[in-house]
């Protein structure tokens, strides 16, 4: 287990403004120093056609953008590039992981998670935080097919101290084994409860 949350932070400040502030509505893959994600990046850029790589957001990954996340096919791990939220009346981004598996418009979904070096987030005072774990992070996310491909939204959960004096909510995040349980399906809710938000309930 962890005797504490491996969640650090940094504070950027900057004049963006986000008009909601719902969760994370950004996030970095590649910090230029992870060498998990550049060796990930290395293999996409060997299998990959030149142009379908280049669509790909290496960097600070924006809602609508194609990114690369993680999907179980056929008992392997599949590095499969997404479109980064659902098509609704609005781009849909996120999916709260109380309500998602009862909610229509995400029936039907698949589970993925998004391999990153972490994700922002803006304060009331729009004030800019970035944070990060150790290696890589894994947002649980879940994704569908559309008529341009494979869509994905992020899961969020309750932040927990000291996220919360930043923002209520941040992403379901995995352990890099949990991660592949979450995308082999294995039973959703002892899955959600094994992010490590709730592994660390009581940190402070």
């Given at each position: ?8 932070y ?18 970095l ?45 056929k ?88 996220m ?14 949990d ?26």
């Open positions: 287990g962890y005797s504490q949350f491996p969640l650090g940094r504070l950027f400040e900057s004049n963006e403004f986000i008009q909601d502030r719902g969760m994370c509505g950004r996030y893959f590649f910090d230029e120093k992870n060498e998990a994600l550049r060796d990930l990046i290395d293999a996409a850029r060997e299998k990959m056609q030149k142009e379908d790589f280049e669509q790909i957001s290496l960097f600070e990954v924006f809602p609508g953008q194609r990114a690369f996340a993680i999907a179980s096919a008992e392997k791990m599949k590095l499969v590039p997404m479109l980064w939220g659902y098509q609704g009346k609005s781009l849909v981004i996120n999916a709260r992981s109380e309500t998602a598996f009862s909610s229509p418009f995400f029936a039907g979904s698949g589970r993925c998670v998004i391999p990153c070096s972490g994700y922002y987030e803006w304060s009331k005072q729009k004030r800019k935080y970035y944070f990060s774990v150790d290696g890589t992070a894994y947002l649980g996310a879940l994704y569908r097919r559309e008529a341009d491909g494979y869509h994905f939204v992020i899961l969020t959960e309750d932040a927990c101290k000291p919360n004096t930043i923002h209520p909510r941040m992403p379901v995040l995995f352990t890099k084994q991660a592949v349980k979450w995308c082999r399906n294995s039973n959703e809710k002892e899955m959600l409860c094994a992010s490590l938000r709730k592994r660390n309930m009581t940190q402070v």
